[in-house]
């Protein structure tokens, strides 16, 4: 079945970085979404991506949808304390398919 | 204003006693789904509906089932909890299957005694 990856697993930065996360499939997907869930919620849509080589942003957040079709990155720019969570990418790969999740990055941010 | 609304937010309910988690929406989406998460993973998706179509995962196990009265309600039933169904229950909403982006609740965590 399709997968997708995303790693590592975690990552630490300083507030005011900027981090970029990539996931990566060895599937073609026709749409990218990428969600940020905090502890006790539910996951947050963030970004939606449809076409390959879009590039969406949303506030200090940037994503793209590969040309490949094969991978899709968020751009998280000059990070805050409140930017702390897991992120998940996830997709689809053709009609009628049920949504894809990576495992998730858990992002910390030292004040 | 949420718009993916689940209830109640924790449960408690005792090994092998039925227990009823509750997702409403108003978005009016045709699908919702029913999700699974335990600790340190991805969302696994258990059943969704389209519409009145029910669409059931073929690694869900019999234990859970789901009804979807009306477009905006939709209710995941555990008929007999076991342990290892304490996790946190996601409900999402999505106007198709394909294509299109999920909405999620806030989500319910159920706790076994």
């Known amino acids: 079945g399709q997968q997708l990856n995303q790693s590592p697993q975690s990552m630490f930065i300083q507030e005011g970085e900027d981090v970029s996360m990539n996931c990566t499939s060895s599937?073609?997907?026709?749409?990218w979404l990428w969600y940020k869930q905090e502890p006790g919620e539910g996951p947050v849509l963030l970004i939606a991506?449809?076409?390959?080589?879009e590039l969406t942003s949303n506030g200090r957040l940037t994503a793209q949808f590969g040309i490949t079709r094969k991978d899709s990155f968020l751009n998280i720019s000059a990070s805050i304390p409140s930017d702390v969570g897991i992120y998940f990418c996830?997709?689809?790969?053709?009609?009628?398919?049920?949504?894809?999740f990576g495992k998730g990055i858990t992002l910390s941010v030292r004040p | 204003d949420a718009m993916v609304i689940q209830n109640p937010r924790y449960q408690v309910t005792q090994f092998g006693k039925p227990v009823t988690l509750s997702c409403s929406q108003t978005?009016?989406?045709?699908?919702m789904y029913w999700y699974q998460q335990k600790s340190s993973q991805a969302p696994k998706l258990l059943f969704h509906?389209?519409?009145?179509?029910?669409?059931n995962e073929a690694d869900t196990p019999d234990n859970f089932q789901s009804r979807r009265p009306n477009t905006s309600f939709c209710f995941l039933d555990i008929r007999s909890p076991g342990l290892g169904d304490a996790a946190m229950y996601l409900c999402?909403?999505?106007?198709?299957?394909?294509?299109?982006?999920?909405?999620f609740g806030d989500g319910t965590r159920l706790s076994i005694l």
């Open positions: 996830a997709g689809h790969t053709g009609a009628n398919s049920k949504l894809t």
């Open positions: 991506l449809y076409k390959a080589g």
């Open positions: 599937s073609i997907f026709n749409t």
């Open positions: 999402a909403t999505s106007r198709e299957v394909s294509k299109q982006p999920q909405h």
């Open positions: 978005l009016n989406h045709n699908v």
């Open positions: 509906y389209y519409d009145k179509d029910f669409n």
